[in-house]
DNA sequence: CAAATGCGGATTGTATACAATCTGGAAAAC
DNA sequence: GTTTTCCAGATTGTATACAATCCGCATTTG
């Protein structure tokens, strides 16, 4: 089968005559690809502390876990893997990540510049019903702190972070915040153990959320920095206490 | 045709683990992911022009051409959708993604935050090898133009800008960076048809060589700002001449 | 003659078998 | 007693066969 295939071959009818859907209301029962979803349950595996770093993560295995083939969890290593949040040795396999101090602080001033800028051209004044939802999602992140419910506070911030940058209006921003954010998932479990850190995000969302209201700019962007600034700090302690604290910055 | 006799060996001694013969300049067997190596060379493709917008991938003919099996190229296709460059839909397979201008300039938005950050955390004195590095890099970039080798100015933009941004340190960044302007691989071909594009682009560099070496951030800047302006602008005039220009802005 | 419909080929999704390679430890050699 | 070698188990990498799904076309039907 060279480059034959007849029959099949209008690959660009689109010629002059519409530009390309780019949202087609194609809103059919079409089961999402099922390796993404095993990316995704893996992923809050490990956010949630039930995967260690450093623990092995054999095809097999997950195989049985999650209910499919060995291919779909494949491609799920491999989009993990690119995803930063675990690690890959040809012919050894795969383990959640172990990330150093420098990795941590890295990303968290990739994380900061990124969310900043979504800070900066957040269109303001932001609609009342937008409002409304971080609110309603502001209170359910309180609310499952002080339940102790870790799953429903990883979830609550999640989506009010991703509905409050996602007001931002700039796809390719937010989806670039989502990747950066990925990226410490696996760390997320040291900095919340500490209920000081905790406390103080609940009272930075709602300070956001003012800020965000009375569209003063500069005080969401302030916000937003120091809303990012206790969680690497947090993971230094625990990584010093560790390891010893014998290493400050090393080895990249 | 047949062209799955791709590892079907009996008798090698076994030694080499023997990849097919028809293995590309790889020469070492164990190292990288094999399917890496495809999804590199599909993205390679995409920005030569090799692969049209809209143009469809499918599975068994990449298999013939990279000389690998489907599982390979599946998970060739599955990193490539993440990372924006293709498009899939389940049972029906990928295609070369084909972007908005609204896309477009949103990711170029991206981009431009995140340059500006490198060159702003950029440790300045440049070490007097980087500095050469960089020059040596400019002058290929300059020769590949005017030899109008347009594989050779892709991989002599790449290598500089990562040699550039790379001197900021911070990997994470880097890695964003780099990310980000793999989205936009696709469109390539349609700014770099311009001879005054890739005119301006030269002489950009140069500036920035000199700006780098006298330590001038503000100006190193401004002109990583000006050198991603020109990109996007031509891709949306490409854009309009084929699709006629009803669309200026629309949705949003 | 237009519209609905069923068929056949093409392509992806799924499953499984097999080969290559690594890890760890026991046995052998010194 | 220490080191080396080699084997066995485990795990990933590779190949292929089969099933599910989708698309276009021809046929049928009103």
Redesign the pocket.
């Known amino acids: 089968?060279g480059a034959?295939?007849?029959?099949?071959r209008?690959q660009a009818?689109a010629r002059v005559s519409a530009p390309p859907r780019e949202a087609p209301a194609d809103v059919?029962p079409?089961?999402p690809?099922?390796?993404h979803v095993v990316a995704t349950r893996l992923e809050e595996e490990i956010v949630l502390g039930r995967r260690h770093p450093r623990e092995?993560?054999?095809?097999?295995?997950l195989?049985g876990q999650f209910g499919?083939?060995?291919?779909?969890v494949?491609i799920a290593?491999f989009e993990l893997e690119k995803k930063g949040l675990i690690e890959?040795?040809?012919?050894?396999?795969?383990m959640v990540r172990d990330l150093t101090p420098k990795e941590v602080t890295e990303i968290y001033a990739v994380r900061e510049e990124l969310e900043v800028m979504a800070a900066r051209i957040l269109p303001f004044p932001v609609a009342g019903a937008d409002l409304a939802r971080l609110e309603a999602l502001q209170k359910k992140h309180g609310a499952a702190i002080d339940a102790g419910d870790m799953l429903g506070v990883f979830y609550a911030n999640l989506h009010f972070h991703q509905a409050l940058f996602g007001l931002c209006g700039n796809a390719c921003l937010i989806e670039t915040i989502e990747q950066a954010a990925q990226k410490v998932y696996g760390i997320r479990s040291y900095a919340n153990a500490s209920p000081q850190v905790l406390e103080r995000a609940r009272r930075d969302h709602v300070d956001m959320i003012k800020a965000v209201r009375a569209g003063r700019r500069e005080e969401l962007v302030a916000l937003t920095r120091r809303h990012l600034k206790p969680q690497p700090e947090a993971y230094i302690r625990a990584y010093q206490r560790r390891f010893g604290s014998a290493m400050g910055g090393e080895s990249e």
């Open positions: 089968m034959d295939r007849t029959g099949h209008k009818p059919r079409r089961r690809a099922l390796a092995r993560l054999i095809e097999q295995e195989c499919t083939h060995r291919g779909d494949r290593l890959r040795v040809r012919n050894r396999g795969a």
